[in-house]
């Protein structure tokens, strides 16, 4: 752990470069007078570009901060330097602010309230991004690293997920400072840099020093959530998709074993057939469709929204619940908002086409609903197969979140906030289907949200980890408005 301030650590470099040797003095003299005359000129125009939001937040993907499982392949220098760049460009927020590296490279910042009896907020984001997938380059409309701007939208990796969540963040604060606002209840941020490979080194960690430091959130605040547009429960309606919940994330492996040898004299069945059997039986075999919190309270709300019949089944929730859990199901954008999904996603066995293995292995990732527990899951899967010759284990897990109350502080301040850059979007508590670092910040608030206010389309939540992400300048915009509203209505302590 290292407490530093980028900022400061820039000057002193500069000043150390510039002490003078004995008797260069002089020289070093019209050296400075260059430089300040280099300067003079070089500022306006470098103050002329990246004037504009939109404009940072180019300059920011341009930064090849990606996180890759193999981490002796990330490059750290990247974010030594997307740090650097934004200590340099929010000079107010790194200046005023407790600043800390955490691990080097995740950053904690923590703005003093004037009331130290109310409980702090927390707002999280993460600056490393996902890589692109080899040979899909040629299917985004811009290189994803160039940072182009086209008619108003910024093509490239981590528009979405998630440097505008950094850096919306940032100017929402830059600007709160130079109007000289003070907030009542401090405000702390965490920026992980490695969110896309867990979180270990920066979330993890982030969390740890927040712990050192005492800090009790009454609320905290994730990446996560958007303003959806159009979306299949309630088309034509803008929903602000307030996360108070996310999926649980599992993957168990199946192992097989069996004598093997030589091809030419198989066995009536080997390490392979009874694997494949048992993810047949598993893939046949998929979880209850049910409507579960916060889904219930959201078609609750939409109700209101809704024509007839809906109307009339979502406001009867007691009785048509598994009816509509049915329908959800069918559709593959609701699916994982009403039941547990399964997945086959690894394969791995043989060494030669004429040698029949001795084991054979498979791994299936679950995403659990809100109630749903990994004993549960072993126990049905293990049913399923009913094979005692098939060994299932379960990878490291770690705890989520419970489901945050959507009658709380923190949701009455984020919906508020987004009513006021969205007065047309219904806000709703939501499931969000991924994981985010938020579950490293488990034990330390209270309520857990995710959202940013940026407003997406179908087509631009499949972008996220995919081919094309891009932001429009008016989605970032509101969401620094959003960020901005967020920020006050934790800061005024309501
Ligand atoms: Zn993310």
């Known amino acids: 752990m290292l407490k530093s301030n980028a900022l400061k650590n820039k000057k002193s470099k500069i000043q150390q470069r510039n002490t003078p040797s004995q008797g260069a003095a002089k020289r070093l003299q019209s050296v400075t007078w260059w430089a300040v005359l280099v300067g003079l000129i070089i500022l306006p125009i470098h103050l002329s570009f990246g004037a504009s939001p939109l404009d940072r937040l180019a300059t920011a993907v341009r930064f090849k901060t990606v996180s890759s499982q193999d981490t002796s392949k990330i490059d750290y220098r990247a974010f030594a330097e997307l740090n650097e760049f934004l200590a340099s460009t929010y000079p107010k927020t790194f200046e005023q602010l407790d600043v800390e590296y955490i691990n080097t490279y995740s950053i904690l910042l923590r703005w003093a309230g004037s009331d130290p009896s109310q409980n702090p907020v927390l707002f999280t984001a993460h600056t490393d991004v996902v890589p692109i997938e080899i040979g899909t380059e040629d299917g985004w409309q811009h290189p994803p690293f160039a940072g182009v701007i086209e008619n108003n939208n910024l093509y490239g990796r981590g528009t979405l997920d998630d440097k505008q969540g950094v850096l919306s963040l940032l100017e929402a604060t830059e600007t709160l400072l130079e109007e000289g606002y003070q907030p009542r209840r401090t405000l702390v941020f965490g920026f992980g840099h490695d969110e896309e490979i867990g979180g270990g080194n920066g979330a993890a960690a982030l969390a740890e020093r927040m712990r050192e430091l005492n800090l009790s959130f009454d609320w905290m605040v994730d990446e996560g959530g958007f303003v959806v547009r159009d979306t299949p429960l309630l088309p034509g309606r803008d929903l602000a998709m307030i996360n108070v919940a996310e999926k649980g994330y599992v993957t168990l492996t199946l192992t097989t074993q069996a004598p093997g040898g030589h091809s030419s004299s198989p066995a009536k069945t080997g390490a392979i057939g009874t694997l494949a059997r048992a993810l047949d039986r598993i893939e046949s075999n998929p979880f209850e469709p049910k409507l579960v919190e916060p889904m219930r309270s959201a078609l609750t709300m939409m109700a209101a929204e809704m024509s007839q019949p809906e109307r009339f089944l979502f406001n009867n929730l007691w009785l048509f619940d598994s009816l509509i859990a049915g329908q959800m199901a069918k559709d593959t954008t609701t699916q994982p908002m009403v039941r547990t999904t ?117 087509s631009q939540a499949r972008s996220v980890h995919g081919t094309n992400e891009y932001i429009s300048e008016r989605s970032y915009n509101n969401a620094i408005a959003v960020a901005r509203g967020m920020l006050k209505g934790a800061g005024d302590g309501l």
């Open 342 to 458: 399964t997945a086959l996603t690894m394969i791995n066995a043989g060494i030669k086409e004429n040698v029949i293995p001795q084991r054979a292995e498979a791994k299936v990732n679950f995403r659990l609903l809100p109630g749903d527990t990994v004993d549960m899951l072993i126990a049905t899967i293990t049913e399923i197969v009913d094979d005692p010759s098939v060994v299932i284990t379960n990878d490291r897990w770690m705890d989520r979140p419970g489901v945050a109350d959507a009658n709380g502080n923190g949701f009455a301040v984020i919906s508020a906030a987004t009513a006021t850059v969205y007065p047309n979007a219904l806000a709703i508590p939501s499931l969000l289907q991924a994981t985010t670092d938020t579950r490293h910040y488990v034990n330390l608030a209270k309520d857990q949200y995710r959202f940013h206010g940026n407003s997406i389309d179908a």
